[in-house]
């Protein structure tokens, strides 16, 4: 008798669910990356941005590529470039890195740099750089990928820069943050102590940006407190501020002078006038907020979205239990 075939049933697989896109970022953010500065010249145009996304393809031909989000500014320019430049950071430009990673137009005042063979400016203070004849574009989703074939190159030995989790770092620390404190001593586990590292790394990266849109510290927290709620008076401003009313009045005087914010009342009694927001005061704080957004972001996207609500939690239960005692 014939054996009866085997008949195996076809299970289709489960359809995958949608990736994250923050969970996506935080998993690869684990990957330490080189920092890389890519150049280019598009008519009179000169072109600057950050990027780790830089790597290698072959060496006959020599090739090379990065990818541009298609969100820059200067996306069209870039793709529309023959050439460009990839200058290799090191950890003594962490400052550089995050000038050209900025939205300015004046990233190159100041800098040292030149024409280089393929027309993309080089900045000359800094190796190794790959001068690179465009090779190729390949559309990468919300990216344009770039390939290059290296026409020149200058080498020179440096300790690199990296990038991973959301911060620059040398090897071995991050750039951004102090040295712990050997040991499990008193200091190292201090909470006031812990709270002030913590203020440092948070805020002192982001507060080096805030030249890129003319803005001090103080100007900033005002704009910032003012754009959750418009009208407070002096000393309001003051408490949400974190400032001294006679500091925060000379502020709120060169800012009015600016045109960024108002007091509307009688000049009385300045410290119950209420403070607003002007329309120029609200275009200028507003990427200003969308920037310190993607910062805070980069920062806590090492952590889950519930570490993430305890830690913001348990700040907020200590700032308020502290308050009720003062």
């Given at each position: 008798m014939a054996a009866k075939p085997i008949v195996t049933a076809s299970i289709a697989p489960e359809p995958a669910s949608p990736l994250d896109p923050a969970t996506l970022r935080r998993a690869l953010g684990q990957f330490p990356t080189g920092v890389t500065i890519v150049t280019a010249a598009h008519g009179a145009q000169r072109l600057g941005m950050t990027a780790n996304s830089f790597s290698s393809v072959s060496l006959d031909p020599p090739l090379v590529q990065w990818s541009v989000a298609k969100s820059a500014p200067s996306h069209d320019a870039f793709v529309a470039a023959d050439a460009f430049a990839i200058h290799f950071l090191g950890e003594g430009h962490r400052d550089l890195a995050l000038r050209f990673?900025?939205?300015?137009?004046?990233?190159?005042?100041?800098?040292?740099?030149?024409?280089?063979?393929?027309?993309?400016?080089?900045?000359?203070?800094?190796?190794?750089?790959f001068e690179c004849r465009t090779w190729a574009r390949y559309p990468g989703g919300d990216h344009t990928i770039l390939v290059g074939e290296v026409a020149r190159l200058v080498t020179r030995a440096h300790e690199p820069l990296l990038f991973h989790s959301g911060v620059l770092r040398g090897i071995g620390v991050a750039l951004n943050r102090r040295a712990p404190v050997?040991?499990?001593?008193?200091?190292?586990?201090?909470?006031?102590?812990?709270?002030?590292?913590?203020?440092?790394?948070?805020?002192?990266?982001?507060?080096?940006?805030?030249?890129?849109?003319?803005?001090?510290?103080?100007?900033?927290?005002?704009?910032?407190?003012?754009?959750?709620?418009?009208?407070?008076?002096?000393?309001?401003?003051?408490?949400?501020?974190?400032?001294?009313?006679p500091g925060l009045t000379k502020v709120l005087d060169r800012m009015v002078g600016d045109g960024l914010v108002e007091r509307r009342g009688t000049a009385a009694d300045r410290r119950r006038t209420p403070i607003h927001l002007t329309a120029k005061g609200r275009a200028t704080v507003k990427p200003v907020l969308r920037a310190a957004r993607v910062h805070e972001e980069a920062l806590l996207e090492q952590f889950s979205e519930e570490e993430r609500s305890v830690i913001k939690h348990a700040l907020d239960l200590l700032i308020g239990g502290s308050e009720q005692k003062g």
């Open positions: 990673g900025g939205r300015n137009d004046e990233k190159f005042t100041g800098i040292p740099h030149e024409a280089g063979i393929t027309g993309a400016p080089l900045l000359t203070e800094l190796a190794p750089i050997a040991g499990a001593g008193f200091v190292p586990n201090y909470l006031a102590y812990l709270l002030a590292r913590a203020s440092f790394v948070v805020s002192n990266e982001f507060h080096g940006r805030l030249k890129e849109w003319d803005l001090s510290v103080p100007e900033w927290r005002v704009l910032a407190c003012l754009s959750d709620t418009d009208g407070l008076s002096v000393g309001e401003l003051a408490a949400m501020a974190l400032m001294k009313q």
